[in-house]
C-alpha cells in the first residue's frame, strides 16, 4: 500500500470554479509535504511545501492545508483557469527531509 | 541560478538496443541526483539516486543501471532495452541547504518499440 494516496485520480472542471485535491499518508516520521504541479510532458515544479507546525499555506490562487494530526492535506485552487490543466502530485519526506515519498498525482483538466 | 538539463528530450529506440540518458546540473555543488521513471497515467517512481560521485542506490531491480562520472552529471543506461522500459524519465537534483527539495529536469520521453 502507498504511503501517500491521493484523491480524486481524476477531476474535471469548468474555469472560474474552486476545487480542492485531497492527500492522505501514513509517512512517518513526518518531515514535511509538498505540492507539485506536473504540466502533460513536463517536469513537476513545487508549489507549497509545508512542515509539521504549519498549517496553512498560500501561492496565490492555490491553497495548502496540512492537519498532522489526521495525516492529512489538501490543495484548493480559486477560481480555476485554463492553465491549471495539470496533475497535481502530493510529496510527503520522512526522516531528514531526503526520503521522499510521492503519491500517484490527481489529473486535473479545466475546461472553458 | 541553478539550472538542471536533460536530453535527448524525446527517443525512441527497438527492443533490445542499448540506452543512455544523460542529466546535468548547472549552478550547484555536491547535490543529491535521481532517476525517476512516469509511465502513461501513473506516478513517479523512484529509480536510482545518489549522494555523490561513484554513489548509485538503487530502488528497484530492473535492466538499467545509473552512474555517476563527475559530480553534476548522473547517466541512465541500459544494455537492453524491454517494452516495459518506454515511459517519461525524469531526473532531479536537491540539496541540503534548500530542505532536499526536489528540481526537476525536462523529462526524455522514451518510446520502445
Known amino acids: 500500500k502507498n504511503q501517500v494516496e491521493q484523491s480524486p485520480q481524476s477531476l474535471i472542471i469548468l474555469e472560474g470554479k474552486n476545487c480542492t485535491l485531497q492527500c492522505n499518508y501514513t509517512v512517518s516520521p513526518f518531515s514535511n509535504l509538498r505540492w507539485y504541479k506536473q504540466d502533460t510532458g513536463r517536469g513537476p515544479v513545487s508549489l507549497t511545501i509545508m512542515t509539521f507546525s504549519e498549517n496553512t499555506k498560500s501561492n496565490g490562487r492555490y491553497t495548502a492545508t496540512l492537519d498532522a494530526d489526521t495525516k492529512q492535506s489538501s490543495l484548493h485552487i480559486t477560481a480555476s483557469q485554463l492553465s491549471d490543466s495539470a496533475s497535481y502530485i502530493c510529496v510527503v519526506s520522512a526522516g531528514i527531509g531526503n526520503d521522499m515519498r510521492f503519491g500517484a498525482g490527481t489529473r486535473l483538466t479545466v475546461k472553458p | 541560478s541553478q539550472t538542471i538539463h536533460q536530453w535527448p528530450a524525446t527517443l525512441v529506440q527497438p527492443v533490445g538496443s542499448p540506452l543512455s540518458l544523460e542529466c546535468t546540473v548547472e549552478g550547484t555543488s555536491n547535490p543529491n541526483l535521481y532517476w525517476y521513471r512516469q509511465a502513461a497515467g501513473r506516478g513517479l517512481q523512484l529509480l536510482f539516486y545518489s549522494v555523490g560521485i561513484g554513489q548509485i542506490s538503487s530502488e528497484v531491480p530492473q535492466n538499467l543501471s545509473a552512474s555517476r562520472p563527475q559530480d553534476r552529471q548522473f547517466i541512465l543506461s541500459s544494455k537492453k532495452l524491454l517494452l516495459s522500459d518506454s515511459g517519461f524519465y525524469l531526473c532531479?537534483?536537491?540539496?541540503?541547504?534548500?530542505?532536499?527539495?526536489?528540481?526537476f529536469g525536462p523529462g526524455t520521453r522514451l518510446t520502445v518499440t
Open positions: 532531479a537534483w536537491s540539496v541540503l541547504h534548500r530542505g532536499y527539495e526536489q528540481y
